[in-house]
């Protein structure tokens, strides 16, 4: 079999770009940790309609007035129009202070249709971060079970390597920029993950094909065999990606800004999830059966 660009005999360069990508989003996210939402760590969260171009200045000026203080980076622009604000805060807003904001931003911004608070207290943060991280895992969990039994082991743990490289990149992504992580965060894990997993089968049922026409005696046999079957696969993964891609394009663009940081995360996601299927499932799996086969010659050597 000839292929055009040996995939699976460069693969330590893509396991190094991998890693040092994960790498510098492990060393910022042990530094500076996650920029949590308010899904995941107690807080409020007041989204301020002023119908007006957001000052944000002006806004902190506001919370002052009443005697609360922002911390830095607190207010965000949002909106269509960009006549939104969102304010984080750290502690909860009683009752009384929650009506000292609507009072004072009738008073500071007239054109305002009002504020909607939402709070998260400690329990409930804690509680919603342990069930994130349960949907995540029980999903791999589950993807490892189904590759298995339609495939083999070494097929499923390189799959499972694959998605939480994904998953990886993706944290180390918004790590890296500051962005929020919050309850649509995991939501575009889990989508990504979904997505990432059906492309690494596709190219892996290529491979279990290949395998049946042509049994690879040498290790380079088998790296030829499974090259072939990546760029049998490659337009495929390819055009589906793009595909995508361009849906998730128009949504970061005119999606509107409550699903900004959602379709950021998408973005990454499918990126890494081709790249990933291609370049990182497949040459580990070879990998692994590479081994066990320069381990099984000695053996098959002696025998005879």
């Not at 992504?173 to 649509?184: D, H, P, S, T, Y």
């Not at 291609?278 to 692994?288: D, E, G």
Request: charged letters at 15%; hydrophobic letters at 55%; proline letters at 3%.
């Amino acid at each position: 079999m000839k292929v055009r660009f040996g995939i699976v005999r460069r693969r330590a360069w893509f396991f190094l770009l991998s890693g040092a990508i994960t790498v510098a989003g492990l060393i910022v996210f042990i530094v500076n940790g996650f920029n949590l939402g308010t899904d995941f760590k107690a807080g409020s969260r007041v989204q301020l309609q002023l119908n007006q171009p957001v000052d944000t200045a002006k806004v902190e000026r506001m919370f002052g007035e009443i005697g609360i203080r922002l911390p830095e980076g607190a207010v965000t622009q949002a909106g269509t129009r960009g006549d939104m604000a969102v304010v984080r805060l750290p502690e909860v807003l009683t009752p009384v202070q929650v009506a000292a904001v609507n009072r004072q931003l009738k008073a500071d911004f007239p054109k305002s249709s009002g504020a909607s608070v939402s709070t998260v207290d400690p329990i409930e943060a804690k509680v919603t971060s342990r069930k994130a991280v349960w949907a995540v895992l029980l999903a791999s969990l589950f993807i490892v079970v189904y590759v298995a039994i339609r495939f083999e082991f070494r097929f499923a743990v390189a799959a499972i390597v694959a998605l939480l490289h994904d998953a990886f990149i993706v944290m180390s992504v918004f790590a890296i920029l500051r962005m929020e992580v919050n309850l649509l965060f995991v939501t575009a894990i889990l989508t990504i993950v979904g997505y990432s997993i059906n492309d690494t089968i596709v190219i892996f049922d290529r491979i279990r094909e290949n395998l049946k026409l042509h049994k690879p005696k040498t290790f380079d046999e088998l790296q030829e065999l499974v090259d072939a079957s990546l760029w049998q696969t490659m337009s495929r993964s390819i055009n589906t990606v793009v595909t995508v891609l361009i849906a998730a394009v128009m949504l970061y663009l005119f999606g509107g800004q409550s699903i900004h940081d959602f379709t950021f995360a998408l973005i990454v996601g499918l990126v890494s999830g081709a790249y990933s299927s291609i370049f990182i499932a497949s040459p580990l799996w070879v990998a692994w059966r590479g081994w066990e086969m320069r381990r099984n010659k000695p053996a098959q050597a002696s025998a005879s």
